[in-house]
C-alpha cells in the first residue's frame, strides 16, 4: 500500500450494499456536476466529464442519475452549488496528506475533517504544508503482466515515465496531458484499463511500519465514509 486513492480501488465496488453503493453514486455524481460546469455537459469535449461517466458505469450508476448530474451542472437542473477543494493535512506518524472534497459548505465540510483527523493524531494544515510533497500525473492503472515488451516500447513513446508495481496492477506514470492518448493506446490494444485519471503522487514516500497499517487504514477509511471526500492521497508506504 503506497498512499490510498478511492477511485483506484472502483473495480472492489461492484459488490457494495445498497447503502454503500448509494454514497458511492452520490460521490460520483457531484463529480460529474462540477465536471459539466467546468467544461461543459459533452462527454467527446470533456476529458474530466467522459472518465467520471466511465466510473459511474463501472459501478453500474444509472444513466438517469448520470444524466441529472449533468444537468445540474450545465445549469438546465437547479441544485446546490458545489466547489471542488483539496485540503492539505498532517496525518499520524508525520505523515502528509491532500484530501480532495466537492462541498456546497465548506466550513462544514472542514470542521468534519478537523474531526476525524484529531482521533488519529491528525490535523487540517494551512495552504502549503503538504501539498509541495505531492505532483499531480496521469495514472493509468492495469492488471499486473498484460503488456508485452514492444507495447512498453510504445507506451514511453506515448510519454509514460515510469512503471510500478502495485501490487496486483502496475502502473503507468505519465504528464497529466499524455493520459488519453495513454488510455486510447490500450483500448486499441485490448487491454483491460482498471483505472486511468490525474492523481497526486507523492515525490517521496516514508515508510511506516506494518504495526501502523490497522490505524491507517481506519483513517482512510473514516475519511472515506465522509459524504464530500472525493479522493484522499498520501505520501505513506508499509
Same mark, same amino acid.
Given at each position: 500500500?503506497s498512499?490510498?486513492?478511492?477511485? *483506484?480501488?472502483?473495480?472492489? #465496488?461492484? @459488490?457494495?450494499?445498497?447503502?454503500?453503493?448509494?454514497?458511492?453514486?452520490?460521490?460520483?455524481? @457531484?463529480?460529474?456536476?462540477? @465536471?459539466?460546469?467546468?467544461?461543459?455537459? $459533452?462527454?467527446?469535449?470533456?476529458?474530466?466529464?467522459?472518465?467520471?461517466?466511465?466510473?459511474?458505469?463501472?459501478?453500474?450508476?444509472?444513466?438517469?442519475?448520470?444524466?441529472? @448530474?449533468?444537468?445540474?451542472?450545465?445549469?438546465?437542473?437547479?441544485?446546490?452549488?458545489?466547489?471542488?477543494?483539496?485540503?492539505?493535512?498532517?496525518?499520524?506518524?508525520?505523515?502528509a496528506?491532500?484530501?480532495?472534497?466537492?462541498?456546497?459548505? #465548506?466550513?462544514?465540510?472542514?470542521? !468534519?475533517?478537523?474531526?476525524?483527523?484529531?482521533?488519529?493524531?491528525?490535523?487540517?494544515? !494551512?495552504?502549503?504544508?503538504?501539498?509541495?510533497?505531492?505532483?499531480?500525473?496521469?495514472?493509468?492503472?492495469?492488471?499486473?503482466?498484460t503488456?508485452?515488451?514492444?507495447?512498453?516500447?510504445d507506451?514511453?513513446?506515448?510519454?509514460?515515465? $515510469?512503471?510500478?508495481?502495485?501490487?496486483?496492477?502496475?502502473?503507468?506514470?505519465?504528464?497529466?496531458?499524455?493520459?488519453? #492518448?495513454?488510455?486510447?493506446?490500450?483500448?486499441?490494444?485490448?487491454?483491460?484499463?482498471?483505472g486511468?485519471?490525474?492523481?497526486?503522487i507523492?515525490?517521496?514516500?516514508?515508510?511506516?511500519?506494518?504495526? $501502523?497499517?490497522?490505524?491507517?487504514?481506519?483513517?482512510?477509511? *473514516?475519511?472515506d !465514509?465522509?459524504?464530500?471526500?472525493?479522493?484522499?492521497?498520501?505520501?505513506?508506504?508499509?
Open positions: 500500500m498512499g490510498h486513492s478511492k477511485w *483506484a480501488r472502483i473495480k472492489h #465496488k461492484k @459488490a457494495l450494499t445498497d447503502a454503500k453503493k448509494s454514497k458511492v453514486f452520490s460521490k460520483i455524481a @457531484a463529480v460529474i456536476t462540477v @465536471a459539466s460546469r467546468e467544461g461543459g455537459g $459533452d462527454p467527446n469535449a470533456n476529458a474530466k466529464l467522459r472518465m467520471t461517466i466511465e466510473k459511474a458505469k463501472e459501478v453500474n450508476m444509472p444513466n438517469e442519475n448520470i444524466e441529472r @448530474a449533468i444537468k445540474r451542472g450545465t445549469g438546465e437542473l437547479e441544485g446546490a452549488k458545489l466547489e471542488e477543494l483539496t485540503y492539505e493535512a498532517l496525518g499520524p506518524h508525520n505523515s496528506l491532500l484530501i480532495k472534497v466537492i462541498t456546497d459548505n #465548506k466550513n462544514r465540510t472542514a470542521a !468534519e475533517l478537523k474531526k476525524i483527523l484529531l482521533e488519529f493524531d491528525g490535523k487540517l494544515g !494551512e495552504k502549503g504544508t503538504a501539498a509541495w510533497l505531492f505532483e499531480e500525473k496521469g495514472v493509468v492503472r492495469i492488471k499486473k503482466g503488456l508485452q515488451e514492444n507495447q512498453t516500447l507506451l514511453i513513446e506515448l510519454g509514460v515515465e $515510469d512503471f510500478k508495481d502495485d501490487g496486483e496492477q502496475t502502473l503507468l506514470i505519465s504528464g497529466v496531458n499524455n493520459l488519453e #492518448k495513454i488510455k486510447d493506446y490500450l483500448q486499441k490494444n485490448h487491454i483491460e484499463l482498471e486511468a485519471e490525474p492523481e497526486f507523492a515525490k517521496n514516500y516514508i515508510e511506516i511500519a506494518e504495526k $501502523d497499517r490497522v490505524e491507517f487504514e481506519k483513517l482512510f477509511e *473514516a475519511l !465514509e465522509q459524504n464530500e471526500v472525493e479522493e484522499i492521497y498520501s505520501n505513506i508506504k508499509f
